[in-house]
């Protein structure tokens, strides 16, 4: 650049003025002084410089093919202080020997940051990590990882959201007496810390009696919270437990035991092992599983309940799935053994209930009869399964399972297949943020997949973990938004193992291993 | 009458058309003269012919190449080698007019400065076409007069 130099003559620049041909001197003073004297600069008199300069124009100081360089689109018109800010945009990576860049860098040293705090490098960037913490949810009330607090030992339940906040629950292991305090719960306003006991916020523990083989749901209804558990096969009675009118859990002081129905035969095992909030009113499911029934019992208040209505035999395995709630009915899958998937459906508002099925069988591959994972989405439900010799995942139509004209349902018409990648056995698909994932993997570690309806897998890496997961198979999981729980257990001797997944909330930083000591790599994510 | 180094056209009127009509009617009626002929065949105004064409696309680059120097970067589409036998397509045309609007869209322009014609084709928008262009052209002159340059002023100062 170069600077404008005057001669210094008085006339390298002219002036053109408006004030009219018989303006006089006065009238041109006044105005001066007003600060009201019109002119425009009217260009440079050459004679009059010794050099013209730079003109700090638009060509000078920020020209479209400038701004184009700098990755603006032809409409946005940066400044050429928005240039300066886009030389480095979010997502672009610097090595330097300074230790900091400022605030809006970050280093690339693989640490896992909340997504929230880098929403406009997830923009550009996505590198999502999954958090596994053990529950004992679904399985064994001894099983899961121990953890101390106030001297007492726990295990961790579930973690469930409830309107902008979620709540941990533990249950307390073995050993301790009738009335002593067996339940505790914490607070947090979001997922950054698998830390629970450290830091989330205590919110209290609480005695709710015997628990045996531990709770199987926890929910919120009418302003009241609710434990359901599997009973103590002592007692003749099913129940819930129903905390105080809490606004928040914070409000929460005690739980009170409320009886849904006395069973009539001593050696009845009922277990009530889920929940179904539908149209102001909580239907609870119950089954028996070594004498072949199931009931669905409904409550409008969590005090009074109606008879237990029958769906005779649908839930009579341990080894049924978890149900699936979809409108008005309840429903469940299973192999025939004779080459069919059979989907068994209820209507949870008819007056007998029983249950009806429909089914498909025009899978290439056996696969489905070793289902080994579900979840729902959209009005269909998502079904994987693998054998030595195949390999797949349905999509199924929840309506034309409940609707059905037949009880046949057609391929590419109620249901779809869809192409999982040669030699990707899949273990077990979630959803959670409205992507499906897909999970591999065996003893050592797991390996993720984020997929589409249309065929496409991408490998998004390792579960991040430093839990080794014992399992061979990954069953039945479940999505709760941006929590997902999931069940592996290993096929010989250990327990069943389960766990609770965190996803999406947490990215993962690249991880650019300097070759030099003392030198550094930042990635900016933000403007 | 031709604006200055771009020779644009701005003032045709009705009685130019309405002459270039009564020229046709001769023609169909095997009565033009010769004179009429070669005035048809002419630059006349009411008229638009291949020469307006490549006129006003060369005017279009011209001006195009000034906004280039003031640092902005627009294309301009349209051909300018148009040939008494070539027949314009709808296609084209709207290449044209979009080029006219590109033009007059980059810089801020006028309150008397026409719109980009739309819509059926008459003398009154050809005329608007080749405002439109000179108003552009001297607004960038008027632009370029009021450049500061490096070292004449201080930051915040103007």
Redesign the interface.
């Known amino acids: 650049m170069k600077d404008f130099t005057p001669k210094g003559t008085g006339d390298s620049r002219y002036l053109k003025s408006a004030i009219p041909a018989n303006t006089t001197w006065e009238d041109m003073r006044t105005l001066l002084r007003n600060g009201t004297f019109p002119f425009d600069f009217n260009g440079i008199n050459p004679d009059g410089v010794v050099e013209q300069g730079t003109a700090l124009n638009k060509a000078n100081l920020l020209s479209d093919d400038a701004a184009t360089d700098l990755w603006f689109e032809s409409t946005e018109d940066p400044t050429p202080t928005e240039a300066f800010q886009n030389i480095y945009r979010v997502g672009d990576i610097k090595t330097t020997t300074r230790k900091t860049l400022g605030d809006k860098w970050l280093l690339c040293n693989g640490q896992v940051v909340l997504s929230d705090e880098i929403s406009e490098l997830k923009e550009v960037y996505e590198n999502d990590t999954i958090f596994i913490k053990p529950t004992t949810r679904g399985g064994d009330f001894n099983s899961g990882n121990t953890e101390e607090y106030n001297g007492k030992k726990w295990t961790l339940f579930s973690i469930e959201k409830f309107d902008t906040y979620y709540v941990a629950l533990y249950e307390r292991q073995y050993m301790y007496n009738y009335g002593e305090e067996n339940i505790m719960l914490f607070k947090s306003d979001n997922l950054k810390s698998t830390d629970i006991l450290n830091d989330w916020e205590y919110i209290g523990s609480f005695g709710v009696g015997t628990i045996y083989r531990s709770i199987t749901g926890f929910f919120k209804f009418n302003g009241k919270y609710v434990l359901t558990t599997e009973n103590n096969e002592n007692s003749y009675i099913n129940n819930i437990l129903v905390s105080n009118e809490a606004n928040d859990i914070s409000d929460v002081v005690s739980f009170t035991s409320v009886t849904m129905f006395r069973r009539t035969n001593a050696t009845d095992e009922f277990l009530c092992f889920s929940h179904y909030v539908y149209n102001n009113s909580v239907y609870f499911l119950v089954k028996n599983p070594g004498y072949s029934s199931a009931y669905l019992v409904k409550t409008e208040d969590l005090a009074s309940f109606a008879e237990p209505k029958s769906i005779d035999t649908m839930f009579s395995s341990y080894y049924n799935p978890y149900p699936i709630f979809y409108n008005k009915y309840v429903i469940t899958y299973s192999y025939d053994g004779e080459g069919s998937l059979r989907f068994y459906y209820a209507d949870i508002e008819a007056e007998e209930i029983g249950y009806k099925y429909t089914y498909l069988d025009d899978i290439l591959g056996s696969y489905m009869n070793h289902i080994k994972s579900s979840f729902t989405h959209g009005g269909y439900i998502y079904l994987c399964g693998f054998d030595d010799t195949s390999r797949g995942i349905i999509k199924v139509s929840l309506d034309s399972i409940v609707n059905h004209s037949s009880n046949k349902l057609t391929l590419n018409v109620d249901y779809w297949v869809i192409e999982t990648p040669e030699n990707l056995a899949i273990r077990g698909i979630f959803l959670t943020n409205g992507k499906k994932y897909a999970l591999l993997g065996n003893k050592a570690a797991y390996h993720i997949y984020q997929w589409t309806d249309n065929g496409n897998f991408k490998y998004l890496g390792y579960l991040k973990s430093t839990f080794i997961p014992g399992g061979y198979q990954f069953f039945s999981s479940s999505e709760r938004g941006e929590l997902v729980y999931a069940y592996a257990f290993n096929s010989s001797d250990d327990p069943y193992l389960n766990y609770i997944l965190f996803y999406g909330e947490f990215s993962i930083l690249p991880n650019i291993t300097a070759t030099d000591v003392g030198v550094n790599t930042f990635i900016k994510y933000k403007k | 009458m031709r604006g200055g180094i771009l020779e644009l056209i701005t003032d045709r009127t009705q009685s130019d058309v309405d002459r270039i009509l009564e020229i046709i009617s001769k023609y169909n009626s095997g009565e033009i003269t010769e004179e009429e002929a070669a005035e048809y065949l002419s630059d006349s105004k009411g008229t638009y012919k291949f020469t307006d064409f490549n006129r006003v696309v060369s005017a279009l680059n011209y001006i195009n190449d000034r906004l280039r120097?003031?640092?902005?970067?627009r294309t301009i589409k349209s051909k300018s080698n148009w040939k008494m036998s070539d027949y314009i397509t709808p296609e084209e045309f709207n290449t044209y007019l979009s080029d006219v609007e590109t033009i007059r869209s980059t810089l801020a322009v006028l309150s008397s400065t026409p719109q980009t014609p739309t819509g059926n084709f008459d003398f009154e928008k050809a005329n608007d076409i080749e405002k439109i262009l000179l108003d552009v052209d001297f607004l960038i002159t008027?632009t370029?007069?009021?450049?500061?340059?490096?070292?004449?002023v201080a930051s915040g100062e103007v």
């Open positions: 120097e003031s640092g902005y970067n008027k370029m007069n009021n450049w500061i340059y490096s070292g004449e």
